[in-house]
């Protein structure tokens, strides 16, 4: 691509179709141009799967560069290490606010006034618990499901439990009527928002007493969310239960760092699904299964096994030394937006070592510093803007307050529960309606051919690709293919001679 100086500078841009000689000129609107505009550009000639007469497309993989919305929630500056929640940069809330007051600043642009928060508050808190019916889908998991298994499937059972709050039970614009003011829609919305918020933490505690074999507590009046939170995780026996105030303010810290973070994976899942108007239930469902991925929530729980695996902090300098030979990944490190410090690590640091006072220090921790400070002096790692992310240190403090690794997904999946309905909401919200999220390819398969009846085909891809791979069974199906059986129709099955 060449730059050509302009004399007249405006807000728009010059294309030149050198496959036609045409110019188009396409208007500039914060500094993006749209996609319709390029499809404008069209021409004759080239492959006919490639659709050439029918306009221009953009392509790029994993939206390395597409705005797909227009929002006024979440700010991002990856250059210069800049996040911002409406306007307030991430480090004033941690140091400032609370979980459910950020919460209420993300999804109504405002942070609210004493009496607002003290109802937000209220009602939250009053929607925490869940119907019986659901703790019975969490005993129907195994005693070692994955607790993002179970969370992602609870949500989705959630909206079995609320059929009014469902488009396609209720109407299909029983949510997108909010938008021209409809009173009515806007409460039927609202309280899905509140419900979800509510209940996240019980679902989320649900599926970690799963795990430890433990019955189910009820959610405790007079606790602040993250309080709730602790006391529905830990909670035995005896009474006036209070978690250790510094994990709790920790937990809130982290849940408000976590709350949201621009269109990122699970987020462009949540549109994408939310696009087709589906109740907010499965949204949030879907999000929390995008969210599952190693390459999202599940950074931080592989950050810490990465630790553990070098474990001792004399072992970083060769663990280093084979990553930069590019044998091993680095987990932790960098991140798809941020070019400078993650801004999220900068407040999270200081309340790791707050934690750390409280939970005492391990060789975990000291291995973690140990990369760290080798991560800042090297060279390969300052020219790579390669610097500790949120999941290194949100990872640590995890660990250091005694949680599985893989519940660290589920500790993700619930503040973000916040973020995924702020952008639901504005979405639904558009007064220009809801459109149903499809986006393009780029086919490059075969052309039209004719179909080759069975005998006269021939194995044209003889890569390892072409074909399912051979997969190896159990010792129960060997003994079946051994016996002889009838099927429903008749014929007989099997090996045996007897």
Not at 57 to 72: K, Q
């Amino acid at each position: 691509m060449v730059a050509i100086p302009s004399k007249t500078p405006r807000q728009s841009l010059t294309v030149v179709d050198n496959r036609t000689g045409k110019a188009y000129e396409l208007p500039i609107k914060h500094n993006s141009v749209l996609a319709t505009d390029i499809k404008k550009i069209k021409a004759e000639g080239g492959r006919k799967e490639d659709e050439t007469e029918q306009g221009l497309r953009v392509f790029d993989p994993a939206y390395m560069n597409t705005a797909v919305i227009e929002s006024r929630i979440t700010y991002i500056n990856g250059l210069e290490g800049v996040l911002r929640y409406r306007g307030y940069p991430i480090q004033q809330l941690v140091d400032k606010s609370n979980f459910l007051e950020s919460a209420y600043l993300l999804i109504y642009g405002e942070l609210p006034t004493k009496p607002r928060y003290d109802s937000w508050n209220e009602e939250i808190m009053n929607h925490t618990y869940i119907h019986s019916d659901i703790e019975n889908i969490f005993k129907s998991f195994r005693y070692d499901s994955h607790p993002m298994a179970m969370l992602t499937s609870a949500f989705a059972t959630l909206g079995a439990f609320a059929p009014e709050a469902n488009p396609s039970l209720a109407g299909q614009k029983l949510f997108t009527n909010a938008a021209s003011g409809d009173l009515e829609a806007l409460k039927v919305l609202d309280k899905q928002i509140l419900r979800i918020i509510g209940k996240a933490p019980t679902l989320a505690a649900a599926s970690y007493r799963m795990r430890q074999g433990r019955p189910f507590n009820r959610p405790a009046k007079g606790l602040s969310y993250t309080g709730n939170f602790l006391y529905l995780l830990d909670h035995l026996s005896g009474h006036e239960y209070q978690p250790h105030p510094v994990l709790e303010r920790a937990l809130d810290a982290l849940f408000i760092i976590h709350a949201d973070h621009e269109v990122n994976c699970s987020t462009a899942t949540v549109l994408q699904v939310g696009s087709s108007l589906v109740d907010p239930y499965s949204v949030v469902s879907a999000g929390c299964a995008a969210l599952y991925g190693p390459s999202h929530g599940g950074a931080s729980e592989s950050a810490i096994r990465m630790l553990i695996e070098i474990g001792s902090p004399e072992n970083v300098p060769a663990f280093m030394e084979k990553v930069e030979k590019r044998e091993r990944v680095l987990v932790g490190f960098g991140h798809r937006v941020y070019k400078n410090v993650d801004p999220r690590s900068t407040a999270i640091r200081t309340l790791a070592e707050e934690v750390f006072k409280v939970t005492g220090r391990n060789q975990l921790l000291d291995t973690a510093l140990t990369l760290a400070e080798y991560a800042r002096k090297s060279e390969f790692m300052r020219s790579r803007n390669l610097y500790p992310n949120v999941d290194f240190y949100s990872g640590l403090i995890y660990q250091a307050m005694g949680f599985p690794l893989d519940f660290y997904p589920v500790l993700f999946a619930v503040p973000r529960c916040v973020g995924w309905l702020a952008h639901w909401r504005q979405m639904i919200l558009n007064p220009a309606g809801v459109k149903i999220w499809r986006p393009r390819q780029l086919y490059l398969g075969e052309g039209e051919r004719s179909y080759v009846d069975s005998d006269d085909r021939k194995d044209l891809d003889t890569s390892v690709f072409g074909a399912p791979v051979q997969v190896n069974h159990g010792g129960d199906s060997k003994r079946h293919t051994l016996a002889t059986y009838k099927d429903e129709t008749g014929r007989v099955w099997g090996k045996s001679k007897l």
